[in-house]
Each structure stands twice: as structure tokens, then as C-alpha cells.
């Protein structure tokens, strides 16, 4: 039995006292006591946290940031940086896809995410042949998830059309191309890999890029249990294309068509009507909010306030990857609100007024109930992931712990994360990831050849 003795731990009730923490060989929690006395010898740390779940990534997008950062002849929005996105991603190798991967589930891990999930769509080859495996590309992102130790919910996206009413495909979306039976492919070859640090879900990519058939035919034969996540809603243009094709806004014509519940993930569902907001809320789905990206592509600010007055579900992920932190989207998400509002402190709850404590539980629960995997807590039968901060930085030393997560979001841009620990072992020490120098050498190597085809 392996065990930390937590002088200071966040507890699913909060923060609690002298928590010794213990784990089995497996990486679950087998037991958390608080109020406990450490043992002579038992390693001990001040702050201990669960780590946080990123509930949305595209992994390969992390080699494109700040490369779109630049005005063209048109007022740039989410389409014309889509244009560009599809520019890139048509060249890139399945083993660049892991190198850039890695790098990316390196730097997630130092600050602060234990576990993804991948809403992965770049299937084929740049010709837009299938690969002899269907799978490999979606191997290529675990086997990173493997190499850095991050847990990982693998969603392959079945993605068939250009837009609402079955609009072909376009050239540069080949490598995209999924059918049904592809996407059921693809998962039956990843089975074999599901484990405890691995499970595999399904995203049908969006209302524009799926047919309600498809994405009916996908789900009458996957497991029950697994996440289903989708894009919704994200732009103004993608409402109107919605009641242009079916008279219905996205989310309307989402929850008249398919039985959506808990294991939904709507990820932005940026543009909602006041009676979008309580379906969603009433169906126990999770809002995926990415507030760094959104803002980037200029989406649009999610109606957080009342869709957690009627007990909304929320949780964040990284998306194109502009930023790595899970800080900086549940900062981004609050002060968002703020400056919708024109108030402060509006992610709260009758019970918890801490904005930073708040933000941080809700998102490790939408993000555990998204993920499809036992995590976002430090609690017997959980996986053993935690994070521990750095209480010798000045913004942490010697507050009381109540303080401590407001002082951790909201204040000064250092990553305040030391070590990680992810399904029992630890893989960041000292803001080290343990394989960091291997990893950034290949992303180097990665950049240098996918700069050389650009030239």
C-alpha cells in the first residue's frame, strides 16, 4: 500500500485537515481519512488537490498556436481560422501526431489536467485513404497518453458531411471522413486497449457533419456506460444553417431527435435560448466549456448564470490548445461572466461562495461525468490522481486553505502546480514532467518538418 500524508486536501466536501491519502497497486484510492496522524517517515505535502479533467482536445491544433494570429482581407471569424486549420492538419503524419501529442499532454499534466478527453477527428491518411488499421491515428494519440501518463477518454468523431442536410464532404476535409461503420470500426479495434487510464467513447462531431440516422445507428451499438460528446451551437452561423435546414436551433433540434442524458457532452453550446438552457440542465448533461479557444475564435459567451441556477452540469477543457492551463479557462470562464454581467463573483452557489472553490468542484464533476472514467476526486475507489502546489510561492505561503484556490485562480500567471501524480505514480516533479526533455525534442523535430512543407 502506497500513501501521502496531506497536511491540507480538497476533499468532495472541501478542504480538510491532516488527510492521509493511500492507494493500491492498481492507482485507486483504497482509502482517504481525514483528521488522521501521519506516520514517522509517511511523505507528506502541504496542499494537495485532485487534478482536473480536460473534457475537450484536439491534440494536433497544439502545433498551430499563434500561427493564425493575423487579419485577412475579410473580417476573420471561426470559419476563415477553420480554413486555415484544415490547411494544416493535411500534411501531418501519424507519428507527428504523436510527437505533437505528448507535448501536449506534457505540458496539460504540469499544469494542473490528469486526465483528457480527446475528441479526435484526423482519421485518414492525407489522401483520404483509410489506414490499413482505422485506428491508427487514435492509437498514435494514446500511445502518447501512455508515454506521459495522463489519463485519457479516446472519442473517435464520425464526421461525414459538410453541413446540415448531408453537404459533401469538401477536398480539404478528406483526412476527416467517417461513416458509421468507420467510427464502430475504430472503436471495436481500440477495445483491447481499455484499461484503467484508457477508455473509449464516441463524438459524433457535430449536427452539421452528422445525420441524426448516423449518429442513431452509432449509439444502438455502443456500450451503454460510454460518453457520447458533440459540438453544438458554437456560432451564430451554425444556428442560422440549423433553422435554415430544419426549422429547429441546434440544441432544439439536438433534444427532439436523440435521447440525450447524462453521458452528454455538449461542447460550447455557446448560443442558447432560455429553453435550451433548462433542457440541458433538466437532462443531466455537461456543458464542455472552453473559454480560452471560444474567445480566440470569437464564439460567444456560454449563459453560465442560469444554467447553474438550474443545477447545469459544466465542466472545461483546452480545445485548439491557445493555453494549457486549467487556471487560465476557469479564470476566463468567471471573468467572462463578469464582464457580461457587470458584476463580480458570479460563479457561486448557495452553499459555496467561493468562486475559485466553486469553478474548480464543479469542473472536476462535469469533467469526471464527461470523461466516463472514475476520477475528479479525492475519495476511496477514485482513481489516484492529485496535484500538489507549490506553498513555498509567495502567493500561497502561509494562507489559510479556504484562500487557497481563489489565491490559485485568480492571482498572477506562475504555474502554482509542484508535482503530479497521476493513477499512482508520480509523473511531474518540481514542474518537471519526467520524460520532458525526450518529448520537447521530438515536438521540435515535429515543427521544424510540418514548417518545411508549409515553406
Excluded at 164 to 189: C, H, N, W, Y
Excluded at 227 to 238: D, M, R, S, T
Excluded at 355 to 374: E, Y
Aim: hydrophobic share 40%.
Amino acid at each position: 500500500m502506497k500513501a501521502l500524508f496531506a497536511h491540507h486536501a480538497l476533499l468532495p466536501e472541501g478542504w480538510r485537515k491532516n488527510v492521509l491519502l493511500q492507494w493500491d497497486e492498481r492507482g485507486n484510492f483504497s482509502a482517504v481519512q481525514a483528521d488522521a496522524v501521519a506516520a514517522p517517515g509517511l511523505p507528506s505535502a502541504r496542499l494537495v488537490m485532485p487534478g482536473m479533467v480536460n473534457l475537450h482536445s484536439h491534440a494536433f491544433q497544439r502545433a498551430l498556436g499563434g500561427l493564425t494570429e493575423f487579419a485577412g482581407e475579410a473580417k476573420d471569424s471561426f470559419w476563415t481560422w477553420r480554413d486555415l486549420m484544415y490547411r494544416f492538419a493535411r500534411n501531418i503524419t501519424p507519428e507527428q501526431m504523436e510527437a505533437i501529442a505528448a507535448q501536449l499532454y506534457s505540458e496539460c499534466l504540469r499544469h494542473g489536467y490528469t486526465s483528457m478527453c480527446e475528441f479526435h477527428y484526423v482519421q485518414r491518411a492525407p489522401d483520404g485513404s483509410m489506414y490499413p488499421q482505422a485506428s491508427e491515428t487514435a492509437q498514435r494519440v494514446i500511445a502518447a497518453a501512455r508515454q506521459t501518463g495522463i489519463g485519457i477518454t479516446m472519442l473517435p468523431v464520425l464526421y461525414s458531411y459538410a453541413g446540415f442536410g448531408e453537404q459533401p464532404l469538401k477536398p480539404e476535409q478528406a483526412r476527416f471522413r467517417t461513416d458509421a461503420r468507420d467510427v464502430l470500426k475504430i472503436i471495436g479495434e481500440l477495445e483491447p486497449l481499455r484499461d484503467a487510464q484508457v477508455e473509449v467513447g464516441v463524438a459524433p462531431h457535430s449536427l452539421r457533419a452528422a445525420s441524426v440516422a448516423q449518429i442513431k445507428e452509432v449509439l444502438a451499438h455502443l456500450p451503454k456506460a460510454r460518453p457520447v460528446h458533440i459540438h453544438i451551437a458554437e456560432q451564430q452561423g451554425e444556428v442560422q444553417q440549423s433553422l435554415d435546414f430544419s426549422g429547429k436551433r441546434p440544441v432544439q433540434y439536438l433534444y427532439q431527435q436523440l435521447p440525450v442524458d447524462a453521458r452528454w457532452c455538449l461542447v460550447h453550446a455557446t448560443h442558447l435560448t432560455p429553453d435550451e438552457v433548462t433542457a440541458i440542465a433538466q437532462s443531466g448533461a455537461v456543458a464542455g466549456l472552453c473559454p480560452t479557444t471560444e474567445a480566440n475564435l470569437g464564439d460567444g459567451l456560454f449563459p453560465l448564470e442560469s444554467f447553474l441556477e438550474q443545477g447545469g452540469r459544466i465542466g472545461v477543457g483546452s480545445d485548439s490548445h491557445v493555453s494549457q492551463s486549467a487556471v487560465e479557462e476557469l479564470r476566463w470562464l468567471e471573468y467572462g461572466q463578469r464582464l457580461l454581467h457587470q458584476r463580480r463573483n458570479i460563479a457561486v452557489s448557495g452553499s459555496e461562495r467561493r468562486v475559485g472553490d466553486f469553478l474548480w468542484q464543479a469542473a472536476l464533476q462535469g469533467g469526471a461525468q464527461a470523461a466516463g472514467r472514475p476520477v475528479g476526486a479525492l475519495a476511496a475507489g477514485k482513481r489516484a490522481d492529485l496535484i500538489v502546489l507549490d506553498d513555498d510561492h509567495p502567493n500561497l505561503d502561509g494562507i489559510d486553505a479556504a484562500d487557497v484556490l481563489g489565491c490559485f485562480v485568480f492571482s498572477g500567471n506562475d504555474n502554482l502546480v509542484r508535482d503530479v501524480m497521476v493513477g499512482g505514480h508520480w509523473v511531474v516533479r518540481g514542474r518537471e514532467h519526467a520524460a520532458q526533455q525526450a518529448i520537447t525534442a521530438r515536438f521540435k523535430k515535429t515543427l521544424a518538418e510540418l514548417r518545411e512543407l508549409r515553406a
